[in-house]
């Protein structure tokens, strides 16, 4: 047995082999302790040198030394044994010879786990094969087949040849339509090509190889199911390459109905072309056909509902007695978002209203047209018969959401089981200020009143951290104590902070370690964000360090609100107690609260003031003057244009830069475009409503320092940034410059969920009577002038939030943005209007009739004396005359 254990400790395989080869099942059986006791060795250093030499013979020699198939496959699928290396043939080699039921279940057990757990797809597949049972069809199994058969290189032959070998392939097959994200394999390669996926298992349905119906069936019901963009992709291919029949085709009508109302927008596409044709061959009957228009003329993709309006015009135009079940389902429309979706539709039933027979479909005709826009409703009053509008009822008031309202925090976690499972959710996903806050402050009472009884929750939160192995001082190439340390990692995050936090109490980071941090602090980047990282890390620092020589009863600066705010009455019982227990405060925790507390209410501020003077501390007396000072109001900053983007400075905030620990005072210095680097480690989106609760009565000053942030989803089509847009909403301060040119690049962001972040944003704004929309709009109309702004995207942000109501406010930001991109198209010499322009004033068009204004827009008369049926010429001239229409009386 000795030699056994000599040799796996040694990694040498082959002799590992040869001694199994050598040994009774008895022999074999009375090994497996000392196997699995250096397993137990081996677990904690398994990325060490020795651990993973060791790996792979460790692997052959417990799976072959146990006789339970339930064993042998939890040994082999083990997380520490996944990258051991051990050679599937190896594995087969020593298993092969036993009862193939067993092996069969060994196989089956090793399917059935998850995919992440990388059993390789040649064990299992041979283990089958030795077996002679059924393939399992489970999720890793099916996976791991598709990339053996998509390794064509590897062989030189094709997908559809090692498709047509497989002795497996209908079960196979069948088992791949109902896996979930399995597109992208399928794409791997070829996409579609004539040795992709798609059409080798088109192939082989048309050669007979697989059924028909079923291929059909199965390629409708998982459009039907939905998944990712890349599983649509590649089930539609196949359903496609089929070419299906008139008859399959009518059979699955039912089908097509539901994938056209609800499917994604390339599927559905064709599902509605299918249903076109059957329309036009009378295999779709008109009642049915209106049923559609019911959910495809709702639908945001302007493509699909132009197409069911001319789908309808020509069945119209095919079969005329269909007018009274298709002109209302058309009429419908009338109560579509796009106006020019509503004007397409009223000439579709304008062309056809002759057609109708039915006085009842009249009468719904002329009772829908009360949906549509002010002047194609004044159009439908002479062609439809709709009743006019009555000019009392009419009348526009603007609707805003409700101003949000600051969550108060609940107590922190007051058991160690509590405060375990808050952080061990917080490290899994970020859960924001508020959540962030409790549990650091719950960290930081258990740590002073029940250290041992913390610690001892906290074991599995620790021990699934990387760095949980890892003692310090361990020699390791990189440990927690580097990760830690390390001067320029400046910006732990909210989970990296905890991290910290942890690792201090598991003792993973010396006390000599924390005090350098403490007393000299990090070293960021001289990056524009510094200031705040700065400050927002010293204080965890601190509190780490505090945790190890001296704990803290709990934290002075958890805020009282969910945007960072503390109340300054608050604030002093807090002294109260620290004065009560005779403990010393933290300077970075205090020095925080200060930047916390809410100086905006002066009643509440001054009478706090005189309580924090009454208790004769130096924190109480430094509290008092700062509640009382005058708050210096934000140096005037200016516009700096760099690469096209608009960007803001400030000079010093005197304040911030007094009386303050050396972390904070950067805080106060001056916000440079040229002299401080945009571009460093700051990159996690998470971060950023973090700094707001540093400073949430500063929001300018916070804006400022994350500006070059926002613009990147405008001007470089990165995602995720504007996610900070509506907390920088809802926080305290002025909102200037910075804060509206935020809002700006959110509104032109690449990705639909910024543009929708930047909404929320504005409409919060508007709400709390904070919104500067001339100035805002005028900030629109020069990034869209210089390109960094798409009137396009711009547009679709400005439809959404007009939908919610807000039509005048919508119209006041557009009447200062559209003169200026305006004037370029006036301008001699241009080539052509910008793509989206007609877009915008289509949007501006609609805000104009809903809200009633009036007046002239600058070089508005040009764009609509242009030639043509364009968008851009048609909208402008739409806009002239809602602006030009007489006021109602």
């Not at 490290?427 to 930081?444: I, M, P, T, Y």
């Not at 360090?545 to 608050?570: H, I, K, N």
């Not at 198209?825 to 501006?844: C, K």
Request: overall charge neutral.
């Amino acid at each position: 047995m000795s030699s056994l254990i000599e040799a796996v400790r040694a990694g040498r395989t082959a002799e590992v082999v040869g001694l199994l080869d050598g040994m009774t099942d008895t022999e074999r059986r009375s090994a497996f302790p000392e196997l699995k006791a250096l397993r137990k060795e081996l677990r904690p250093v398994r990325w060490d040198a020795g651990a993973r030499r060791a790996y792979p013979a460790l692997r052959v020699a417990g799976a072959a030394c146990q006789t339970g198939a339930a064993a042998v496959a939890g040994w082999i699928a083990a997380a520490d044994m996944r990258s051991s290396g051990a050679s599937p043939a190896v594995l087969v080699d020593l298993l092969g010879d036993r009862d193939p039921q067993w092996l069969a279940d060994v196989a089956h057990r090793l399917a059935e786990r998850p995919a992440s757990a990388r059993v390789p797809y040649d064990l299992m597949a041979a283990l089958v094969r030795l077996a002679g049972c059924p393939a399992p069809t489970t999720d890793a199994y099916v996976r791991g087949w598709v990339r053996h058969i998509g390794c064509t290189w590897q062989r030189g032959d094709t997908v559809f040849e090692r498709l047509r070998r497989d002795p497996h392939l209908r079960e196979l097959v069948a088992a791949l339509f109902v896996t979930d994200d399995i597109g992208g394999p399928l794409e791997w390669g070829a996409a579609d090509g004539p040795d992709s996926w798609p059409r080798a298992l088109a192939r082989l349905t048309l050669e007979g190889a697989l059924d028909r119906g079923a291929t059909v069936d199965a390629c409708v019901a998982r459009l039907l199911r939905g998944g990712t963009a890349a599983d649509h992709r590649v089930f539609l291919r196949v359903l496609t390459s089929l070419a299906l029949t008139p008859e399959e085709r009518r059979e699955r009508t039912a089908d097509w109905l539901a994938l056209a109302s609800d499917a994604v927008s390339v599927v559905a596409s064709h599902a509605q072309s299918v249903l076109g044709d059957l329309a036009l061959e009378g295999g779709l009957a008109p009642r049915r056909l209106a049923d559609m228009c019911g959910a495809v003329l709702f639908r945001t993709e302007k493509k699909l509902v132009r197409a069911q309006l001319v789908l309808l015009g020509k069945v119209l135009t095919r079969d005329p007695s269909a007018a009274d079940v298709l002109l209302p389902a058309a009429a419908q429309a009338f109560a579509h978002e796009d106006a020019d979706v509503q004007e397409r539709a009223l000439k579709l039933v304008e062309r056809h209203l002759r057609k109708t027979r039915s006085s009842e479909a009249r009468a719904e005709l002329a009772a829908a047209a009360a949906q549509l826009a002010p002047a194609l409703r004044a159009r439908a009053v002479g062609t439809l018969g709709a009743a006019p509008s009555d000019p009392s009822a009419e009348r526009y008031e603007e609707v805003l959401p409700p101003v949000p309202e600051p969550e108060r925090l609940a107590a922190p976690p007051r058991s160690a089981a509590e405060a375990a499972e808050e952080v061990g959710a917080l490290l899994a996903s970020d859960g924001g200020v508020a959540a962030f806050e409790r549990a650091l402050d719950g960290l930081v009472r258990l740590a002073h009143d029940d250290r041992d009884g913390l610690l001892e929750a906290l074991v599995p939160v620790i021990a699934r951290q990387w760095w949980s192995g890892t003692p310090s001082g361990s020699g390791r190439a990189y440990g927690a104590e580097e990760h830690f340390a390390r001067a320029y990692e400046g910006a732990f995050g909210a989970r990296g902070g905890l991290e910290m936090i942890l690792a201090t109490l598991a003792g993973r980071l010396p006390t000599v370690t924390l005090h350098r941090a403490v007393q000299h602090g990090t070293t960021p980047p001289d990056c524009v964000h510094a200031p705040l990282s700065r400050a927002f890390d010293a204080r965890l620092w601190e509190v780490a360090y505090r945790v190890r020589t001296e704990p803290l009863p709990f934290l002075l600066s958890t805020p009282t609100w969910s945007t960072g705010l503390l109340e300054p009455d608050e604030l002093v019982t807090r002294l109260e107690s620290y004065r009560r227990l005779g403990a010393r405060t933290s300077a970075a925790d205090f020095a925080q609260a200060l930047l916390r507390v809410r100086r905006t209410d002066r009643a509440a501020a001054s009478a706090a003031a005189r309580r924090a003077l009454a208790l004769g501390t130096a924190e109480g007396t430094r509290l008092a003057r700062w509640l009382t000072a005058e708050g210096e109001e934000l140096p005037i900053g200016r516009r700096r244009t760099s690469h096209g983007r608009v960007l803001v400075e400030f000079g010093e905030l005197r304040e911030l830069r007094e009386d303050f620990p050396a972390a904070f005072k950067p805080l106060g210095t001056p916000v440079s475009v040229f002299r401080e680097r945009w571009y460093c480690h700051h990159w996690s989106h998470e971060i950023r409503r973090h700094w707001l609760a540093v400073l949430p009565e500063r929001r300018e000053l916070v804006a400022a320092r994350m500006l070059r942030d926002m613009s990147g989803p405008a001007a470089e089509n990165t995602r995720g940034a504007a996610a900070v847009l509506p907390p920088l909403a809802e926080s305290g301060g002025t909102a200037g410059d910075a804060t509206h040119l935020c809002v700006a690049y959110g509104l032109g962001a690449r990705h639909p969920e910024d543009r929708l972040a930047a909404v929320d944003a504005l409409l919060v704004l508007a709400a709390r009577g904070q919104l500067d929309a001339a100035a805002l709009g005028a900030d629109l109309g020069q990034l869209g002038r210089s390109g960094t702004v798409k009137p396009l995207r711009l547009a679709e942000s400005l439809r959404t939030a007009a939908s919610t109501g807000a039509n005048a406010t919508i119209w006041e930001m557009l009447r200062h943005a559209l003169p200026v991109l305006l004037a370029d198209l006036a301008a001699e010499g241009r080539a052509g209007p910008v793509r989206g322009l007609g877009d915008l004033l289509a949007v501006a068009a609609e805000c104009a009739e809903r809200s009633g204004a009036r007046g002239e827009l600058p070089h508005l008369a040009r764009t609509a004396d242009r030639r043509g049926s364009s968008r851009l010429a048609v909208q402008a001239r739409r806009l002239r005359s809602a602006l030009a229409a007489e006021a109602a009386a």
